[in-house]
């Protein structure tokens, strides 16, 4: 493989161009929208986290 690479280096170095030209466009397509809260209504977590609330009178 590495004998392949270096006889068709131009080749090589333009499919990983190509590729992070894809997986750039491929990530700025996604956009920003992502979402990470998930709760569980009624899970030990979910309970844990509303006592640390009513305890915490720190200003956010």
């Known amino acids: ?27 700025s397509s996604t956009g920003t929208a992502y979402n990470d809260n998930f709760t569980i209504p009624g899970s030990e977590s979910t309970t844990a986290f509303a006592l640390l609330e009513q305890a915490c009178s720190c200003p956010r």
């Not at 590495?2 to 280096?9: D, E, I, L, N, S």
């Open 1 to 27: 493989m590495a004998r392949w690479c270096v006889r068709r280096r131009f080749l090589v170095i333009g499919l990983w161009l190509a590729a992070l030209l894809g997986l750039g466009a491929a990530q």
